[in-house]
């Protein structure tokens, strides 16, 4: 089988040279374990952050040692009681064509109930669980708030706009980084309005879309984005700082946001969070969110790349801005 390892670690952007593909034979599961046939892997904006050799919340990669990720794929044999062979599964163990993991580190998934497996990875899987809890349990989203998401056409992004829309918001409004992107919120996600951050400073464009404020922010980029938020956030406005893509590969601390002491008299409250910490909120997200896919109310689409060989290319077009939704790759 093949796997992709770290070959070096990056200084400020990463090129393919950090990666290489590489052979190894097909592991055997011992007791309580499963081997499964990986069909789709992830790649994700936080790999950036463990391609350095940093202490954070989670551990970096090692140089020469596969990287890892979320990964949907089918047991074909099995050594655990619960997971037969033949099981759908989706867990954290990507970058190769085979994985080995303990039964009770798997999650079990009905392959009926999503229009193809990779949305275990976006829309019904870890970055939709992450619009869920971010806006709802971080921002404390409120029927009738005027709601502002960066990223907003991506994976992350473009599910909690749709969140915040079909939750009862006054105004959902995003920022993208292309015209189709652009497009692609208002007129197939149901965005009141959206701005791509090119096109002029992110502070006038959210200050003209948004001209009575916002009361949520849904951080996914950071920087002037945040900056710009922190000016338009009414009193008691709420942000939940979900990620700060802008800042992945730069070298050197962000200038903004600039206007940190305005949250003090608007008595704003701004919030990190890390997904993994709030897995108990899993079934009310399958439930609801699940509710909306199989009613035709929420979509997400994907950009899928092919192949294990490409999937350094695609997650270096993700930190590119190349994917609209979810990147993913089809092994
Ligand atoms: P996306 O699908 O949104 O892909 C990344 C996107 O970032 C690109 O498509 C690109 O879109 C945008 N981008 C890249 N550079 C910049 C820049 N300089 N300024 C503005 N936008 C930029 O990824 P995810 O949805 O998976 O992740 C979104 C965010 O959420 C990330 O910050 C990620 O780290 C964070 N996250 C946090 C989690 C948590 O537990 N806190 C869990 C999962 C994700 P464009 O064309 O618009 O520039």
């Not at 994700?44 to 990720?69: E, H, T, V, W």
């Not at 922190?230 to 800042?247: M, P």
């Not at 600039?258 to 890390?274: D, Q, W």
């Amino acid at each position: 089988m093949r796997e992709i390892r770290l070959a070096s670690r990056p200084a400020g952007w990463p090129t393919a040279e950090n990666f290489e593909v590489a052979e190894t034979p097909v592991p055997v599961p011992g007791e309580g374990q499963v081997l499964i046939r990986n069909l789709y892997m992830s790649v994700d904006p936080y790999m950036r952050g463990r391609m350095n050799d940093a202490k954070s919340y989670i551990p970096p990669f090692q140089i020469g040692r596969p990287l890892d990720g979320g990964a949907v794929g089918e047991v074909v044999e099995s050594r655990a009681e619960g997971v037969p062979a033949g099981s759908i599964v989706s867990h954290g163990l990507g970058w190769r064509e085979y994985s080995v993991s303990d039964a009770t580190k798997v999650r079990v998934v009905d392959p009926a109930a999503a229009p193809t497996l990779s949305a275990y990875l976006g829309l019904l899987g870890m970055t939709g669980l992450t619009a869920y809890v971010g806006l709802l349990d971080i921002a404390q989203f409120r029927s009738g708030d005027t709601v502002f998401v960066s990223g907003a056409a991506g994976a992350v992004g473009s599910v909690a706009g749709q969140i915040a829309r079909l939750r009862g918001a006054k105004r959902v409004i995003g920022s993208a980084g292309s015209a189709e992107k652009i497009r692609h919120l208002v007129d197939d996600l149901g965005f009141d309005a959206a701005f791509n951050y090119r096109d002029a400073p992110v502070r006038d464009q959210l200050r003209a879309a948004a001209p009575d404020g916002i009361d949520v922010y849904f951080d996914n980029v950071g920087g002037d984005h945040l900056e710009a938020a922190i000016s338009s956030l009414n009193k008691f406005g709420r942000v939940a700082l979900c990620g700060a893509v802008a800042h992945y590969n730069e070298t050197t601390p962000p200038a903004a946001p600039r206007n940190l002491s305005a949250a003090i008299g608007k008595e704003l409250s701004l919030r990190g969070f890390i997904v993994t910490n709030h897995n108990h909120r899993m079934t009310d997200f399958v439930t609801e969110v699940g509710g909306w896919l199989r009613a035709g109310r929420i979509s997400a689409r994907e950009t899928v790349v092919e192949g294990l060989e490409n999937a350094a290319e695609a997650f270096l077009g993700l930190l590119r801005g190349e994917n609209t939704g979810k990147m993913v790759v089809k092994l």
